[in-house]
């Protein structure tokens, strides 16, 4: 009898330890460069955002920009990195990425700036960041998604707002007015 109590009671002391690490592993209260992650659910409200989809698919990542702008069709050209379709954004700035598959569940990325996201087929996951490091880093997929996975992989190039807007407004079918949430750039 005192051997089940002294089980019971180990259980339950467990029980709460758990209780309170858990939430921690969750995500809660650490500040990353990924600056505050918002909820997903209040992500979309904010219409002074940039806005760009992220597709993933065997074994690549897609990017469009809110005006269309797709990264089958764009230059990176910044003498950073030689990923001629790399995901760039300006630092500082809000910006509300949407992930999705093409095909089957993979997983967005970056550990050096602490976002990683599921990347589900039928399914948009929102995020919301403003990243404050200049550089470039590399985006993985997490998920084993098939034979080719160890070579998903892509460069996410956070520039300043002035070189980002510079960029953007290089490529073909862009224009000033898709920026307006970075007015004090332009």
Known sequence: ??????????LKTLGVAGAVAVPGCLGGGSTTPADEEKPDQSVDS???????????YQFGWEYEYHSGLHSDNYEVDLDVTD??????????????????????????????LRLKRDVLPNLETLVQVSLSEVGV?????????????SNMDGDLVV????????????????????????????
């Open 1 to 10: 009898m005192a051997g089940e109590y002294t089980r019971r009671r180990a």
């Open 46 to 56: 904010r219409p002074n955002i940039l806005k760009v989809h992220v597709t993933g």
């Open 83 to 112: 990923d001629n379709d790399a995901l760039v954004l300006p630092k500082n700035e809000p910006v509300q990425l949407t992930f999705s598959s093409r095909d089957v569940p993979h997983n967005y990325g970056v550990p050096e």
């Open 137 to 149: 880093y590399e985006a993985q997929c997490y998920e084993l998604c098939g034979k080719g996975h």
């Open 159 to 186: 520039a300043e707002p002035k070189t980002f807007t510079d960029w953007y407004l290089s490529q073909d079918g862009t224009a000033e007015s898709d920026l307006h949430f970075m007015s004090d750039v332009l």
